[in-house]
């Protein structure tokens, strides 16, 4: 099992910034290295059909955002 602290910079069209972050465990048998964590976590970002972070409160539209990994642990 890998635990991956994350967070994701929106860009708002007014010029503000907002920082979301959150922390996944994962948990298939598929990932064996930091390598396969940090693929399986981006495939989620990019083709996951719901957020990685609650986007509840921001009501300004996003111009663009950043998804950083902060922290891969690997959990026995």
Do not use: C
Not at 6 to 24: C, E, P, Q, W
Not at 31 to 53: H, M
């Amino acid at each position: 099992m890998w635990k991956v602290n994350y967070h994701i910079n929106f860009n708002l069209v007014d010029g503000s910034r907002v920082t979301k972050a959150n922390s996944m465990s994962i948990k298939s048998s598929k990932v064996l290295s930091k390598e396969d964590a940090i693929s399986y976590l981006l495939k989620k970002y990019k083709k996951g059909f719901q957020p990685l972070v609650n986007m509840d409160d921001i009501f300004i539209t996003v111009k663009n955002e950043e998804f950083i990994i902060d922290y891969i642990e690997k959990i026995p």
